[in-house]
């Protein structure tokens, strides 16, 4: 065999830019790159960074393919943002193998060892008509975050918002596989959770919400809505506050753990929000502006989704279970939420009360 | 239930089934009644019944079976520098992998933004797993593509131009045609962008030569790691592939979309055939350095891929349901690769334009002649004498090609695809909205004057997306120094003085162009000098246009 006079393999010869083995077009975070800011920073380009030419399609009324029309919001730099989670496609597929490896496990441990044939029969209702109906929640809120991550200025921003997405689209597919695979086992009808979400008076507020947010066309709207209002007062204090707590005092250590990774994203979701909710806030120029606009969210979005917990009350009352108390929940949640409003810095609208 | 404890319900405990799962899971969605979405991103078609999903997968099976085809593609990288891959790897290849791998993250990102579109046009909710997965699928090829990259950077010997790859995407002279490409996915029409250019022609036509015949190409050079990668990427088509397809069956039958689809169909074929065989055509049969004859050769690999496979078995079928198959743009798209020579005559344009390339672009030798001559009788004649005097002027003894007296016309750039006007008897030129445009053919003519028009065929159409911006390359530095376009687009090395691209594979800096010899050459925009001038002198430059060049030894 011929040996070849070259090799193409790193450092074999030096000559100029031989050495420069980072992408250096973006100033990362820290003092190195990472990962994730390797292979997401700039993949959307941007003609305030290096898009010379401009976006070069256009909508019929010659709004480029991109641009700052595409949300309220205004910020100097959206650039500057990076998601706390720092997740990408790999760590993504990982994280969410992983809580599906786990749904499986102990789903398939429960129903082998006849778990589900000893959860108290209100509970079995209450799985059925409510928990089945927070599967339609969930799905709504993936459904608008998967619109929303079309927009966002940067790429940062719209893969964050994608996860998201991806994250509830696979709760809400979570919640139906569970409760047809312990459906096998015992009696659960299907259908009744989505006949309580369409009309079950206890479930009409939440829709009405998620509705609302699935109208909003605005990506930063709908990414503020879900994630500081939405899953601050209703989604939690369901999940949290009640299927989770409650769960075990008839008898069911396994609904509990199905949802618990939902507590786990949203905590990751939250923390990238703030994170770019924070950034904009703090804009020199622009900050004050935004805050505005969010305090006008909130004026949409509280009244509906206090409307939603308020009127989920009656599902903790009639149950009677252990541990969950209505009360101590929605005050958990509601403190939360003002730490919440805290770290962004932004106002409860005038006259309004939590 | 406990207390029936069997070997059998242990191993074979059942879950619901797949049919029951995807039924259920096609019954999350409903129908509003406190607010009415807006839809963002309209349409002119009729979009009315809901699609069906041909592959029936969840969530909960997916994305472990995508951790598996990850931690492969992980681990074969892995393998590839145990293994000493970059020792034999070819540089002509590695080169032109800076120009292909700073173009594709964009448009498969964008393919991830174009699911949020077309799952809200969607009626139903029947496929919106598959949108998710496409979405989800997207941001993976995005991710998986720019960590290739960067393994490139960091293994291989010249990192230089990968190390700039997402700014030179903005930038190059080259890549404005994945531009094209990715923004065509997001932006007009939510079914022309989503489901006719993106699903329908780009992923079900054209993906196979972009995933399928370049990993064979990389193979051939010894890059075992592109292969790994690209068919991993290629496995989740077949599933994009899908989704198109049903998008397409649900409005199909819709009698007052079948116009709109023959314009779609039209404008989408021939702009991914200008833009895809430009550039994986280019890389396949110019990047390589295996010059095997009994290979398939681009054009062999195009009957095969987009002819046989998508033409007769995809497209013609669609003439059941009314619609109007162009089969003369099939046979014009053939003909330009085999007849007109078109891949080669791309690769002699980027070759031409190396100083504002940001890759390094080898010249052709003998061995590569003899290949070209035995794939593509009179390759020689047409071509010889250009790559010889590539060859010869590939050092920096005297200024580029692109400023000697070689007989090769800078071509004017299509304002449709982007892609210049290369074969040059098809060369055409029109005005739209009272300004002068220039195009590489009658179809791409066609394509910024009827088809990205606000009335189609006497109806409106006003979801119809426009072609805008600073669509010309060359304009943006029309009357630069040569030496100050190469600074401003940031291709020069960490020296500073070195400038990246090179018309050879030299890893020596005493061979190395820098920026003292471009200075004092001029860069023009072929389009803005043609609308300079007269009626008379415009005429008569079309016409020696059309009538071609012929290169003359240096």
């Given at each position: 065999m011929t040996q070849k006079a070259y090799s193409g393999a790193a450092g074999s010869s030096t000559f100029a830019g031989s050495d420069s083995r980072k992408y250096n077009y973006f100033e990362p975070a820290g003092r190195r790159a990472t990962l994730y800011e390797d292979v997401t920073v700039d993949v959307q380009p941007d003609p305030s960074r290096h898009l010379l030419?401009?976006?070069?399609?256009?909508?019929?009324?010659?709004?480029?393919?991109?641009?700052?029309?595409?949300?309220?919001?205004?910020?100097?730099?959206?650039?500057?943002?990076?998601?706390?989670?720092?997740?990408?496609?790999?760590?993504?597929?990982?994280?969410?193998?992983?809580?599906?490896?786990?749904?499986?496990?102990?789903?398939?441990?429960?129903?082998?060892?006849?778990?589900?044939?000893?959860?108290?029969?209100?509970?079995?209702?209450?799985?059925?008509?409510?928990?089945g109906a927070l599967k339609h929640a969930e799905f709504g809120l993936g459904v608008a975050l998967m619109k929303a991550q079309r927009d966002g200025l940067t790429q940062m921003v719209n893969n964050t918002i994608l996860t998201n997405a991806s994250y509830k689209l696979r709760l809400s597919q979570d919640i139906t596989l569970y409760l047809g695979d312990i459906g096998l086992d015992i009696t659960i009808d299907g259908d009744a959770g989505k006949k309580a979400w369409m009309e079950d008076s206890h479930w009409q507020a939440t829709r009405k919400a998620i509705e609302a947010i699935l109208a909003a066309s605005d990506h930063m709207e709908i990414y503020f809505a879900v994630n500081v209002v939405f899953e601050a007062l209703v989604g939690e204090v369901f999940r949290s506050g009640f299927i989770m707590r409650a769960g075990p005092s008839f008898n069911d250590f396994v609904t509990p753990a199905?949802?618990?990774?939902?507590?786990?994203?949203?905590?990751?979701?939250?923390?990238?929000?703030?994170?770019?909710?924070?950034?904009?806030?703090?804009?020199?120029?622009?900050?004050?502006?935004?805050?505005?606009?969010?305090?006008?969210?909130?004026?949409?979005?509280?009244?509906?989704?206090?409307?939603?917990t308020a009127q989920l009350k009656p599902v903790w009352m009639t149950t009677g279970a252990r541990g969950a108390d209505f009360g101590s929940a929605l005050a958990d949640a509601k403190t939360k939420f003002s730490e919440i409003l805290a770290e962004i810095d932004v106002s409860l609208p005038t006259g309004t009360a939590l | 239930?406990?207390?029936?404890?069997?070997?059998?319900?242990?191993?074979?405990?059942?879950?619901?089934?797949?049919?029951?799962?995807?039924?259920?899971?096609?019954?999350?969605?409903?129908?509003?009644s406190y607010f009415e979405e807006i839809l963002k991103y309209p349409t002119d078609y009729k979009v009315e019944k809901a699609p069906k999903d041909p592959?029936?997968?969840?969530?909960?099976?997916?994305?472990?079976?995508?951790?598996?085809?990850?931690?492969?593609?992980?681990?074969?990288?892995?393998?590839?520098?145990?293994?000493?891959?970059?020792?034999?790897?070819?540089?002509?290849?590695?080169?032109?992998?800076?120009?292909?791998?700073?173009?594709?993250?964009?448009?498969?990102?964008?393919?991830?933004?174009?699911?949020?579109?077309?799952?809200?046009?969607?009626?139903?909710?029947?496929l919106r797993t598959g949108f998710t997965m496409q979405m989800i699928d997207e941001f993976r090829h995005s991710t998986i593509q720019m960590n290739l990259k960067k393994w490139y950077m960091e293994n291989y010997v010249d990192p230089a131009g990968f190390d700039i790859t997402e700014a030179a995407f903005g930038k190059c002279y080259?890549?404005?045609?994945?531009?094209?490409?990715?923004?065509?996915?997001?932006?007009?029409?939510?079914?022309?962008?989503?489901?006719?250019?993106?699903?329908?022609?780009?992923?079900?036509?054209?993906?196979?030569?972009?995933?399928?015949?370049?990993?064979?190409?990389?193979?051939?050079?010894?890059?075992?790691?592109?292969?790994?990668?690209?068919?991993?990427?290629?496995?989740?088509e077949s599933r994009h592939i899908g989704n198109g397809h049903s998008f397409l069956m649900s409005i199909v039958k819709e009698p007052e979309n079948l116009d709109l689809l023959e314009r779609d169909l039209r404008y989408a074929f021939w702009q991914n055939h200008a833009i895809v065989d430009a550039a994986i055509g280019t890389i396949i049969e110019y990047g390589t350095k295996d010059r095997d004859k009994n290979k398939e050769s681009y054009a062999e690999l195009w009957h095969r891929w987009v002819f046989d496979d998508y033409y007769r078995t995809?497209?013609?079928?669609?003439?059941?349901?009314?619609?109007?198959?162009?089969?003369?743009?099939?046979?014009?798209?053939?003909?330009?690769?085999?007849?007109?020579?078109?891949?080669?005559?791309?690769?002699?344009?980027?070759?031409?334009?190396?100083?504002?390339?940001?890759?390094?672009?080898?010249?052709?030798v003998d061995e590569d002649f003899e290949w070209f001559e035995s794939k593509y009788p009179g390759w020689y004649n047409e071509f010889g004498t250009y790559w010889e005097n590539y060859g010869k002027a590939s050092l920096p003894n005297q200024p580029p090609l692109m400023y000697l007296d070689s007989g090769y016309v800078y071509p004017h750039r299509c304002w449709s695809c982007n892609v210049p006007a290369l074969i040059r008897e098809e060369f055409c030129v029109d005005e739209v909205d009272g300004e002068l445009y220039t195009?590489?053919?009658?179809?791409?003519?066609?394509?910024?004057?009827?088809?990205?028009?606000?009335?189609?065929?006497?109806?409106?159409?006003?979801?119809?997306?426009?072609?805008?911006?600073?669509?010309?390359?060359?304009?943006?530095?029309?009357?630069?120094d040569l030496a100050d376009v190469v600074k401003d687009l940031g291709f020069v090395r960490s020296d500073g003085h070195t400038v990246i691209q090179q018309p050879h594979l030299h890893m020596d800096s005493s061979k190395m162009w820098t920026l003292d010899h471009f200075k004092g050459l001029e860069v023009r925009s072929p389009l803005l000098d043609l609308r300079a001038m007269s009626q008379a002198d415009r005429e008569k430059h079309i016409a020696q246009y059309q009538a071609g060049f012929t290169c003359k030894p240096l």
């Open positions: 030419q401009g976006w070069i399609m256009a909508f019929a009324d010659g709004q480029p393919t991109y641009g700052e029309y595409m949300t309220v919001i205004k910020c100097a730099d959206w650039h500057v943002f990076r998601a706390p989670d720092q997740e990408w496609s790999r760590t993504h597929y990982q994280r969410q193998s992983h809580i599906e490896n786990t749904i499986k496990m102990v789903v398939d441990n429960a129903r082998s060892d006849g778990a589900p044939g000893r959860f108290a029969k209100p509970w079995v209702n209450v799985l059925q008509d409510h928990f199905v949802v618990s990774a939902a507590s786990d994203d949203y905590r990751r979701n939250l923390a990238n929000t703030l994170t770019l909710l924070a950034m904009v806030n703090g804009d020199a120029a622009s900050g004050a502006a935004n805050k505005k606009i969010m305090t006008g969210w909130l004026a949409k979005y509280l009244p509906l989704c206090l409307d939603a | 239930m406990a207390g029936d404890l069997s070997l059998t319900k242990i191993v074979n405990q059942k879950g619901i089934s797949v049919t029951e799962a995807t039924k259920r899971i096609a019954d999350l969605g409903w129908a509003p592959m029936k997968q969840v969530l909960r099976s997916y994305f472990p079976m995508q951790e598996e085809k990850d931690n492969r593609v992980y681990g074969a990288l892995d393998a590839a520098l145990r293994g000493d891959m970059f020792r034999n790897v070819e540089p002509r290849w590695i080169e032109w992998q800076k120009l292909f791998l700073a173009i594709i993250p964009f448009p498969e990102i964008s393919a991830a933004r174009s699911m949020a579109i077309q799952a809200q046009i969607a009626p139903g909710e029947d080259a890549t404005t045609i994945g531009r094209q490409f990715g923004e065509g996915f997001i932006t007009g029409d939510a079914v022309t962008s989503t489901n006719i250019y993106l699903q329908v022609v780009a992923e079900t036509a054209f993906t196979n030569t972009l995933f399928v015949a370049m990993p064979s190409e990389a193979a051939r050079n010894g890059d075992y790691a592109l292969p790994t990668i690209f068919l991993s990427v290629q496995s989740d995809y497209l013609l079928p669609l003439e059941k349901y009314g619609v109007k198959v162009h089969h003369e743009d099939v046979e014009a798209a053939w003909d330009r690769i085999v007849k007109s020579n078109y891949v080669h005559k791309v690769a002699q344009f980027f070759s031409f334009g190396w100083p504002v390339a940001f890759w390094r672009i080898d010249g052709m195009y590489c053919s009658e179809l791409c003519r066609w394509t910024h004057k009827v088809a990205f028009a606000p009335e189609y065929n006497g109806r409106p159409t006003p979801a119809m997306g426009r072609f805008s911006g600073r669509r010309q390359w060359e304009e943006c530095y029309h009357g630069w």
